[in-house]
């Protein structure tokens, strides 16, 4: 324990415990000399107001969903509601165990259970796992899925996965770590699927299409059923990127669009603290042909019987059930990530039906942010050095939409990333940044349904007045963070992956 009084313990250790029963000297004797430490490691001596104030400064230096408004499109930065971390702090779920028998964890097991359910109704699918920790890793679990169904079938010369060019990067890459040769397919000039591009590109090596809808331009594809056709009729897989659910959810789904399988990210769209590499949970859920290759276990649910133990009101027994032997195995130790499954549950449970409605404020917002941005006022635009132009040529976009800053690059040489650097130092987290990659100096919004009107009129205000500064101002953002522009080329050439404390090998 961290030490409260400034005189950091009698040895200026930082910590005080109590005197050990045994001393040191002779439980060292315990231990082989080739394994004793020769020297103390450098461990930091703060005292407890040292240490908080640490991690305070810390904590100040970064930037979060909770210091201010972040509209990284894709990423679903939206509020996370502090109950779901209450109810991941319950001990019938912080303190258990995963190797404990099922009748001292029917709490879990029936989240677990009602989450797969939840999940199968929302997206269309017969049958969901929770095993997956990523998006990325949920889009490899289920094309080795519809890699094996393929093999069962004898179509073992299906070895082509086709992407549109508005693809996130995961999709690609989840196909290619399977084995699969990617196909990428031009988009229309609208920015929706171009079905002729697809025909063209489907055959009988078609092992599967990837695709996202509502797109990562933020369109929704009003042909994605004509596509599931072209594919099937191929014999090829479809495979639906749920990362944008946050537009859909409650309103369409996968199923009635055709898709055969399909990831969800529940750190975005059901809310979880995300970034910065984790932690996350994404999900699939899968048509029935599918089903017997996904990963085990799985939480099932039977009526009870009279010999099941009575620990749980309710009619149901629930247990962790093996796929079988067509399963893949396993994608992930234990069962997922069992507290973002946990946060993404007390979500849905708070808001039920509703979520219904949080998928139309996602949209409503998106287009008001993308009509205020787009309209300034006359006297604004007046002022303004050049104005950026839309990324998706739609009447109506979704819950993300795209901006080029073509425009002011031609003017006066300011790029996305000298507007996503400026935005820093008016306190917003940049926007996603040249991405999609068919949009020339893209920057993506994605305002999310918990930001308020007056929060998206205080950002399109504040990107007016960055259109309307010196250029070279803008140009060498930001100024205000305790990190200036960085030197990416540098920084990824020179790779440090060793804390500066340890020692270098
Ligand atoms: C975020 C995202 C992914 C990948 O999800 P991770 O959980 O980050 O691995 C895939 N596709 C799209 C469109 C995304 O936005």
């Not at 305070?56 to 230096?61: I, P």
Request: net charge negative.
């Amino acid at each position: 324990m961290s030490d409260i009084f400034s005189f950091r313990g009698a040895e200026g250790t930082g910590w005080s415990q109590p005197k050990p029963a045994i001393p040191p000297q002779e439980l060292l004797s315990e231990v082989p000399a080739s394994l004793r430490r020769e020297k103390l490691p450098k461990w930091p001596r703060a005292s407890e107001p040292e240490l908080v104030r640490h991690y305070t400064w810390l904590s100040k230096r970064n930037f979060g969903i909770d210091t201010g408004f972040y509209p990284l499109g894709s990423c679903t930065m939206k509020h996370n509601p502090r109950l779901n971390e209450k109810i991941v702090q319950l001990a019938g779920i912080d303190r258990i165990h995963p190797l404990q028998p099922d009748n001292q964890v029917q709490g879990l097991l029936a989240i677990y259970f009602e989450m797969q359910e939840m999940l199968e109704i929302c997206s269309g699918m017969d049958q969901v796992t929770l095993q997956p920790v990523a998006g990325a890793q949920g889009e490899f679990t289920a094309i080795r899925c519809i890699q094996e169904f393929h093999r069962k079938n004898g179509e073992v010369n299906r070895n082509k996965v086709i992407v549109p060019d508005s693809a996130h990067g995961t999709n690609p890459a989840s196909a290619s770590m399977c084995g699969y040769e990617i196909i990428e397919i031009p988009s229309g000039i609208d920015g929706r699927l171009d079905l002729n591009a697809l025909k063209a590109a489907v055959g009988e090596d078609t092992a599967a299409m990837m695709i996202t809808n509502p797109s990562t331009l933020g369109l929704f594809e009003t042909e994605i059923a004509e596509a599931a056709n072209i594919v099937h009729s191929a014999g090829g897989q479809m495979y639906y990127d749920g990362a944008n659910f946050n537009a859909i959810l409650g309103k369409t789904n996968p199923g009635i669009m055709g898709f055969d399988a399909v990831h969800y990210n529940l750190h975005k769209t059901f809310s979880q603290p995300h970034g910065g590499g984790g932690p996350g949970s994404g999900p699939i859920g899968v048509k029935s042909h599918l089903a017997e290759f996904l990963p085990t276990p799985i939480a099932g649910r039977r009526e009870k019987v009279d010999s099941d133990p009575e620990l749980l009101d309710g009619d149901y027994w629930y247990f962790w059930k093996d796929v079988g032997d067509s399963s893949i195995g396993k994608v992930q130790q234990w069962n997922g990530n069992a507290g973002a499954v946990v946060r993404a549950w007390g979500f849905y449970r708070r808001y039920g039906k509703q979520l219904e409605k949080m998928s139309e404020h996602a949209v409503l917002n998106s287009n008001y942010l993308r009509h205020k941005i787009m309209n300034p006022s006359e006297d604004t635009k007046s002022k303004i050095n050049a104005m950026p132009t839309e990324g998706a040529n739609s009447e109506l976009v979704m819950h993300e939409f795209t901006l080029s800053m073509t425009p002011l690059k031609e003017r006066n040489g300011i790029t996305g990333k000298d507007i996503a650097k400026r935005l820093l130092d008016y306190g917003y987290m940049s926007p996603t940044l040249y991405f999609p990659q068919i949009v020339p100096e893209c920057l993506m919004l994605e305002p999310t349904e918990t930001e308020s009107k007056e929060v998206l009129d205080k950002f399109a205000e504040d990107f007016h007045a960055i259109l309307a500064e010196d250029p070279e101002l803008v140009a060498s953002a930001p100024y205000s963070t305790p990190v200036k522009r960085v030197d990416e080329v540098w920084a990824a050439r020179n790779l440090v992956l060793r804390h500066p404390s340890r020692p270098q090998e």
